[in-house]
């Protein structure tokens, strides 16, 4: 806003009373704790009260005791780092091929073509199914782990973009074809910003999907992350650590929808959706 | 296709273990020099990264190796342990009514596939002379067997230590072991491209490994000390596990070949494994003073 | 032709109250009164950004954010100043939308027609041309022969000939059914010729009100009409000559 | 079209000459095919030339032989039948919750205040992570693999639901509001046929999700289906029976996403986006 | 006021020839001849549905599945029917879309200020009443000082007095830049108060074309804009007393 006044429109300047909205939505957000803190609580009184035997599910006090116990001595850290390591690593990868192909299978027609057939086949490929020959191919090593994340990042973030950029308003283009913009140029201005929000989509189910990939790929040969920790502690029915490695993963996911949201309330200011009644 | 990319000349010696196994205990204690370890879960996982010529040296139970080869992987078996036939058993619950592994007909029984337990089962069912049949087999990794177990999914479960040192808690009963049926040994198996190019370096590896072995059973509780931690398992638990399953290593010989056989052979007739297998051949004797 | 319901007789169709809906610190409209007699026809003028469609949407309960109090007795229909088409649905479907009983059909189709585009029901909105498309909007509207209708300029994007039937649409189907209308304009003209009573949106608040009475079917060479034409284009700012 | 008068737009009635498009569109569906063919043509030739090692990656050839003998003794149309019984009621289940929930979410404050915050956490529990506690839960039998199928269709649905309804235009609700249209009637006519893109999306990821988690599910205790003939042939090394079963699963991609797209071409024949140039 | 470039002398900036275009059986251009030359303003007057929004998205190069020929000599710009601003960018960021070069923001904001917007470049599109959006679309057109301006109906969403405001500005730009104009508009007395020629498109042809010559500046009470409007009014089927 420039200021109170309208050009053509001399409305009085009387500053409206009061600025309600912006409290209200931090007042909501608070409130969004309100069902997962329920969760917690009601798991932590069914497993004292006995309902739930140990075995089945730990409390969550338990966990978080556990927790403490492995990040005090560094365990955790050093395994989250080198999870989130990977993660970073395959999801750079995975995402950046996901983007370079598809905006050329969404924007050229040519790349539709000879991009999208194979795409389409290729994804269905569950990631285990691949391991046996990913292991002949890359070895057991650290690429095979980045690997792994990577064909789950390409795919969410690759359907979304083409779906993003086909969905994107074509007389939009248009205006700015006639405005003198380039491909180039139209691309940046025009189908990127358009196809934003469907990429913050496939981002978040990319993330999601990377993790998984890394709970499969950190069984084979892996001495570090989170998901070596969890195998680690299925193998000896320590199911509070395994419930550890679970928490530490919805926790992640909380921080990166924090992070996805930041972005896109930076980024998507000027969207205004169907409001929630 | 392992032969051209684990001859790497000079660089470090690619070692796979198992949690467990005699070579952990090498690994926790460090006295290899020049090599680098990768864990797996289980014996089929190890030989699948011997396939793909990533590892050069590795250990598995009994019955991994007769999987290998109906796969065609090129391996050879250069080294194997004294028998470990307390190293494995059928746990069931304590309060059950099973009081033989013959009780077992018609109930569900847990296993890992085609581990040193699938042999036990075999020997089993032969000697209380029923066929798989007669059982309802359930096969589950050691991460999903003992859950199943212990929420009564399946009513016994055959297992290998330290996962059986672990699930022996009140409550659980051994039913079995292996004593007089399986000899449930340790082998070393080696790529082919390492015993050919870097005898040398494998021969050095396995005089540390059998130096580190005959240490431990003289320093069995510096030993449980040095792996407890190791393997993130209760000293008490380790210390049972290792008193009847850490024994000395032992050379291949025409006999263990024999006995790879027939297991191999057992297993063809019970079409667990695809077409004949020859096992035997793979025995290779040329490092047999390393375990002597 | 029928006569037109007197509007005081049967009471208020609309009746709104200090009206008042504020952007951020941009008060849009300052406490708005207004009340529309059931069977009048009353035109709103304003300038561009004064605050019309603002003040429409709230007197169609879509605003949740405005101030005040504002009641509409019986149904009300909508034409927004962008056509509001489901792109979905085809013409003669978006035209239906909501409707129930039988004859829907035959009320669709003779709504299209009565609006010249008979032919077009099984169009997609996205094939249609910007007139089309905002001609659809009114027969959605017409079509549930409401009690009010609020109408955003619903002639904006129509060539002079098709304008002046559109016209003559709404100032028949009015005597027929006696609905009341608010009708958002930008052409003076227009407002004279249709409606009762013309309203000028002015600073957020109703500025001026200028009761039309020309008869039913007022000529456009109808001197007093000339008259309070440059009365409304003087007090828009617009030099009469 | 109804005819080819415009009732206001006397246009001359000359029948356009030559309707070129659906032709070319014809011809363009199977030049897709190009890149696949030549893929396959490719990997044949590397295999057979040597280049590839039969063990690294056995031909195409090899994998249809192989494939073509397990169809014939029937082992392969059993494991699929299973594998296919799980996936559909995995999806259907798993499909059913997120369109529910995630139109809860979508479309009232409550749900999203109550629903959204658990599923954000729960959507990066990786499935492999949860083996082990659903074991206990569900059991090592059917149950297991559904509920894994279950749990992997779930969020790709539910989130490109929720993001497909908070991506309707505002004012086509509130146009619809405004001709009478109660809550229902505005989902059925609104909300639903304006989110149906995501839907689709949605599904697609689903599917594939569907058939990761299923090979997941097939590793424990499975005597049937794909994923454990894959499993079975990794034991022994088969390779060319875990590649026919990949090749399966990417032809089982392409079959669904012809389906989806003869849906899409069915549902959504109003959408014009940016066409490919 | 600077002397219009006469169109003859520097040879034309638009030309078309036999344009045609269908969608599927229906045929909306049937064989459009069109030239329009430098400095010139033409108004293309049509009714709704006649083909004048297919027509400019093919001048303005948009339309591949077009017949015929057409060539536009220099730089063109478009104002749509809608205004097609991008909903990502801010105004001023949608008016300085692909311009470069030093001097940017300043050309904006004047171009802004020109169409009365000056203090709302920092809003969104999603903010705009109606005609304020369609006047960002005239900015955003006008600050790239094109050699032809093809013009979709740009006043329809404004108030009189706006409207009289911006048919003033582009005169005023008009005689500073001497570009050309080609002007879809449904009002008449636009079009002759703009034009230097008006074309009638009807039946997916110019049916009818009509100089009109009152010079630069002409008044809305010149007689002989009352006989030109009155002949083309006739022409369009309105009835005029
Ligand atoms: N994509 C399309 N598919 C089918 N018909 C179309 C399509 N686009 C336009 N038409 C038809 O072409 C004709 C001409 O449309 P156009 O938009 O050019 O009209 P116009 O002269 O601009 O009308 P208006 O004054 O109402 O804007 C109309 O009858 C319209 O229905
Ligand atoms: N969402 C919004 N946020 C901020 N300002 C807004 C918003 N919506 C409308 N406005 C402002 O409110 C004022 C009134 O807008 P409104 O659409 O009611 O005008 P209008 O009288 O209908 O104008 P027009 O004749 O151009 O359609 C305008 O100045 C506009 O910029
Ligand atoms: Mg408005
Ligand atoms: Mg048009």
Known sequence: MTGPALAEAPAPVVPSPAPRRPRARTGRRWWRLASPVALVVAWEAAARSGLLAAEKLPAPSTVLATGARLAADGTLGTHLLDSLTRAALGLLIGGGLALALGAAAGLLRLGDDLVDPPVQMARMLPHLGLVPLLIIWVGIG??????????????????????????????????????????????RHVVLPGALPALFLGLRLAIGAAWLSLVVGEQVNAQTGVGFLMMEAREFSQTDVVVLGLLVYALLGLA?????????????????????? | GGEATDARD?????????????????????TAKNVTWSLFESGPALTEALKAGSIDIGQVGEAPPVFAAAGKIPFSVIGTSEPIPQGEAVLVRADSPYRSFADLRGRTVALNKGSNVHWLLVKLLEANKMTLADLNVKYLKPAEGRPAFDNGQVDAWIIWDPYFALAERPGVRVLADAAGLAGNREYVLAAPGAV???????????????????????????????????????????????????????????????????????????KLVPGPVDIAGRVDDRFTEAFR | MATRAAGDLTGPVLTARAVTRSFGPAVVLAGVDLTVA????????????????????????????????????????????????????????????????????????????????????????????????????????????????LLDEPFGA???????????????????????????????????????????????????????????????????????RRRLLDRLGVPTS
Not at chain 2, 228 to 257: H, M, N, Q, Y
Not at chain 3, 64 to 79: C, E, L, P, Q
Not at chain 3, 189 to 218: F, M, S, T, W
Request: glycine share 10%; aromatic share 4%; hydrophobic share 45%.
């Open chain 2, 10 to 30: 000079g660089g470090p010696l690619r070692i796979g273990y198992q949690r467990f196994g005699g070579l952990s205990l090498v690994k926790a204690r460090g």
């Open chain 1, 142 to 187: 650290e690429s095979l782990k980045v690997t792994l994340v990577a064909l789950g990042a390409f795919f969410p973030i690759y359907f979304n973009l083409y779906a993003g950029i086909r969905d994107i308003d074509e007389r939009l283009v248009e205006a700015a074809r006639t405005c003198g913009l380039g491909a180039a140029a139209r691309l």
């Open chain 2, 196 to 270: 050919k190019n870097r005898t040398d370096d494998v021969r050095a590896f396995l005089d540390t490994y059998r130096e580190t072995t005959d240490w431990g059973i003289a320093h069995p509780a510096e030993r449980a000390a040095v792996l407890a931690p190791e393997l993130k398992i209760p000293l008490d638990v380790t210390t049972r596990a290792l008193a009847r399953s850490a024994k000395p290593l032992a050379p291949v010989t025409p006999d263990i070949g024999r006995e790879l056989q027939a297991i191999a052979d057992s297993f063809v007739a019970l």
């Open chain 1, 256 to 277: 990166s929808d924090l992070l996805i949201r930041y972005a896109e309330r930076r980024t998507l200011t000027w969207r205004r959706g169907l409001r929630a009644t």
């Open chain 3, 38 to 149: 059931a069977g009048e026809t009353v035109a709103l003028l304003g300038g561009s950004g004064s605050g019309k469609s603002t003040l429409l949407r709230v007197l169609a309960g879509l605003d949740d954010d405005a101030g005040g109090t504002h009641r509409v007795h019986g149904a009300a229909a909508v034409v927004f100043q962008e056509h509001r088409l489901l792109p979905w649905k085809r013409v003669a479907d978006n035209v239906a939308l909501g409707l129930t009983g039988p004859g829907v059909g035959d009320r669709v189709d003779r709504a299209l027609a009565e609006v010249g585009l008979a032919d077009r029901g099984r169009a997609w909105p996205a094939e249609l041309s910007g007139g089309q498309a905002q001609r659809v909007a009114v027969a959605r509207a017409l079509v549930r022969e409401p009690d009010l209708l």
């Open chain 3, 158 to 228: 129509l060539d002079a000939l098709t304008r002046l039937r559109m016209q003559g649409l709404l100032r028949r189907l009015r005597a027929q059914h006696g609905f009341a209308a608010l009708l958002v304009t930008h052409d003076v003209e227009e407002a004279l010729l249709l409606a009762d009573r013309v309203l000028l949106l002015d600073g957020g608040v109703i500025a001026e009100e200028v009761p039309v009475g020309l008869g039913p079917a007022p000529s456009p060479d109808d001197p007093a009409l000339g008259a309070l």
